[in-house]
């Protein structure tokens, strides 16, 4: 489907055309799932924010076409598959520097992100993280940081 537009889905169950539908086709519709992961393995949170100058590890979806090998409904496995597009993050709008971003080991279908928060620049509490892949952006994603 890559290169292309749009794309026609056809839906059979035993035999017989129960749905179809035309769908736009995109290089990357990044998603980020709602679990983040302070560096010493703790979930982020209001009452366990990340402090500056750590690391935070995400995990999202939609990254588009990736540099390995991804068998449908298998774990990932090494060399782990890295997004052919670009990756950025955002936290609370600074540039965050993106450490890893790739197919996030033994698990199915995830982009595992790892970036440094950033020092000096963030206010304290609540703070939005943004994922961009390509020219995609994903929706804000809500962390806690220190």
Do not use: C
Request: aromatic share 6%; glycine share 10%; net charge negative.
């Amino acid at each position: 489907m890559a290169g292309n537009a749009q794309t026609h889905i056809e839906v059979v169950y035993q035999g017989q055309s129960v749905n179809t539908a035309d769908v736009a086709v995109v290089a990357a519709a990044p998603g980020i799932f709602s679990t983040t992961v302070n560096q010493d393995g703790t979930y982020n949170s209001a009452t366990n924010p990340a402090r500056p100058g750590t690391y935070l590890t995400f995990y999202a979806t939609g990254q588009g076409l990736t540099t390995g090998a991804n068998i449908s409904g298998l774990p990932s496995a090494a060399p782990y598959p890295q997004p052919i597009l670009p990756v950025t993050v955002t936290v609370g709008g600074a540039a965050a520097k993106v450490v890893w971003a790739g197919s996030a080991p033994e698990l199915v279908g995830l982009l595992q992100v790892n970036l440094l928060v950033p020092s000096g620049v963030l206010p304290s509490g609540a703070v939005s993280l943004e994922l961009t892949v390509g020219t995609a952006v994903s929706p804000d994603l809500t962390i806690w940081v220190q």
